[in-house]
């Protein structure tokens, strides 16, 4: 597990250089007050897996003030490879950023970007478009998929960011990212596997994430 967890640990950093990257291209939100969010209860079981969470380290939490972050790292009894998960939960633009250029940055080879629908049924359904990256570095390949759940969707992410600057408190946006080591090079299985977990995180979202707040 501690492989794992050392993995998992590496690719927070990558996230944390992407938001400041983000910061310095978005100057127009500086100065402003954005409330954080309250706590993001991700279930500790999901689709047969058990999880861990991750504590948040200092560094972290200071280049993302704005943002509540909660990482797990997940294991199943009869899977000998781990799922890792993070939710960052933010009213402020800059942290829903798209974290491609910085695993380039960070000694990562991209071998594969895509996109993929994640459709989910029953009480908490919802469509989403799942960002795919098949990233390399020395110790292997990794699966990452991500997505981005209550963010305007206004034709990309420029606009995005315009658009939740004009109300700072706002309900959160949550950016959803899932990674795995590739299963014996089997790209199809390890992306089925995340996708039956991506959708089990989604259909228990009403747990996590605050009810809305009505309008009038």
């Known amino acids: 597990m501690q492989s794992g967890f050392r993995r998992h640990r590496a690719l927070i950093a990558l996230l944390c ?8 291209a978005v100057k127009t939100a500086s100065g402003r007050s954005y409330a954080i969010p309250p706590p993001t209860p ?12 991750i504590p948040t380290l200092d560094s972290t939490k200071g280049i993302l003030p704005h943002a509540d972050i909660t990482s797990f790292h997940y ?3 009869d899977d000998p490879l781990p799922v890792d998960l993070v939710v960052i939960a933010s009213r402020d633009p800059n942290d829903m950023h798209s974290p491609e250029r910085c695993f380039s940055g960070f000694g990562f080879e991209i071998l594969e970007r895509s996109s993929l629908p994640l459709k989910v ?18 110790s292997g390949e990794q699966l990452v998929l991500f997505l981005y759940d209550k963010v305007p969707k206004m034709g990309g992410t420029v606009w995005t960011r315009f658009f939740m600057k004009l109300a700072p408190n706002r309900e959160p946006a949550y950016f959803v990212r899932l990674s ?19 959708s089990g995180i989604m259909q228990t979202r009403d747990r996590w994430q605050p009810p809305a707040k009505e309008k009038g």
């Open 17 to 24: 250089v992407a938001a400041i990257a983000n910061f310095g």
């Open 42 to 53: 991700l279930p500790t079981e999901v689709e047969g897996y058990k999880g861990e969470r």
């Open 75 to 77: 294991d199943k009894k």
């Open 121 to 138: 049924e029953g009480t908490n359904s919802g469509e989403w478009t799942m960002s795919k990256m098949r990233v390399k570095d020395t």
């Open 180 to 198: 795995a080591p590739v299963n014996g090079g089997d790209v199809n299985a390890t992306q089925a596997r995340l996708m039956r977990f991506a």
